[in-house]
């Protein structure tokens, strides 16, 4: 697994937009999807069809009841006009919007700004592509990534879904800045999947934050997984490496397999029952788990009864190790 180094949320958050925005499109390589006819086509998946390899296509604010399909497409950005005001929310097929479909796939895929509701339970199908980046969106639903290598999803909101929020199954991909919460599963990795989690808040889901199986490989760096009745499941022959995360206020904290291979530094675990432990009904408590780095401090939440998980000024979770900060958000200042 690659290694690691810290690095500021706050930063990325302010940075996104203008990265986001340095590479120029020529004015002739935009399509513009719009209900009211001010635009060259009135649906999505028209203005995918005919769309070139580099082409953008910007979607104005609107409700757009269609089944979305990206495949056989390269190098192609769909850009809502914002992603409160844009909302796919598909009508016949399981699934919203997909990208990639077998046996064909898609390549160099951008998504961002705009919201798309589950149909059928899957909201999000992601398959046999390669360097797909959904930034800036909200998911209700199911976001599942199968057989797709290189997927970036960042600074999302993904929720709401009666299964998992984000599902990789023989995938590759990472997740970075993300809001992920109210799902039955907040993140399952499965199969061959190796994934790379990095700076998100996982909060509030109903089974688990965080569940590696199979011969699953991830790494999660620097996230918040709290409120979840277990924060992180490793399980079966499943490699995980967790380092500056903050696991706190779940049922139970870190569960890992007698099987499983996990390596632990600058965590801060601290929950409402055992917070590490082996897998069962009930888990079966196992603090010679807990690495020598691992921390279990209060770590001084905002306002955890409100659901206000941020670092209060005065926490004690800062400058440990190599992390200006352990978990996803900042401490807040003095004056807040």
């Known amino acids: ?17 203008f990265l986001l925005a340095l590479e120029p499109v020529p004015p002739s390589a935009v ?3 719009s209900h009211d006819g001010t635009g060259g086509y009135t649906e999505i998946q028209q203005a995918i069809d005919d769309a070139k390899p580099g082409a953008t296509i910007f979607i104005k604010a609107g409700d757009y009841r269609e089944d979305v399909v990206v495949h056989s497409k390269n190098r192609l950005k769909l850009v809502g006009e914002g992603r409160d005001r844009v909302i796919i929310h598909g009508l016949k097929r399981v699934g919203a919007f997909r990208v990639g479909k077998w046996p064909y796939g898609a390549n160099d895929i951008e998504v961002r700004d705009l919201t798309i509701v589950e149909n059928g339970g899957l909201a999000v199908g992601i398959f046999n592509g390669s360097r797909i980046v959904l930034s800036n969106v909200r998911v209700s639903g199911l976001l599942y990534v199968q057989q797709a290598t290189a997927v970036r999803i960042e600074y999302s909101v993904i929720m709401t879904s009666e299964t998992t929020g984000v599902s990789f199954a023989d995938a590759e991909g990472e997740l970075n800045g993300n809001d992920i919460r109210n799902n039955d599963y907040g993140v399952t990795i499965a199969g061959k999947s190796s994934v790379r989690l990095v700076g998100n808040l996982i909060q ?16 999660l760096l620097r996230n918040t997984i709290v ?15 967790l380092a500056g995360n903050v696991v706190g206020a779940n049922k139970s904290g870190i569960q890992i397999a007698p099987q499983a291979r996990v390596q632990l530094s600058f965590n801060a ?7 590490y432990a082996r897998p069962g009904s009930p888990p079966e408590p196992a603090p010679d788990l807990k690495a020598e780095t691992d921390l279990s401090l209060d770590p001084h939440f905002v306002n955890p009864a409100a659901g206000d998980y941020r670092l209060g000024a005065d926490t004690p979770l800062v400058h440990r190790g190599a992390f200006e900060y352990l978990g996803a958000l900042p401490p807040v200042r003095t004056s807040e």
């Open 204 to 219: 509030d889901n109903l089974v688990a934050g965080v569940v590696l199986q199979g011969g699953a490989k991830a790494e």
């Open 269 to 275: 675990v601290r929950n409402e029952g055992a917070d």
């Open 1 to 17: 697994m690659a290694g690691f180094r810290a690095v500021s949320h706050g930063a990325l958050l302010l940075l996104a937009p």
């Open 227 to 241: 409120k979840n009745d277990a924060g992180i499941l490793v399980l079966d022959k499943s490699e995980a490496v």
């Open 31 to 33: 399509s513009v999807v």
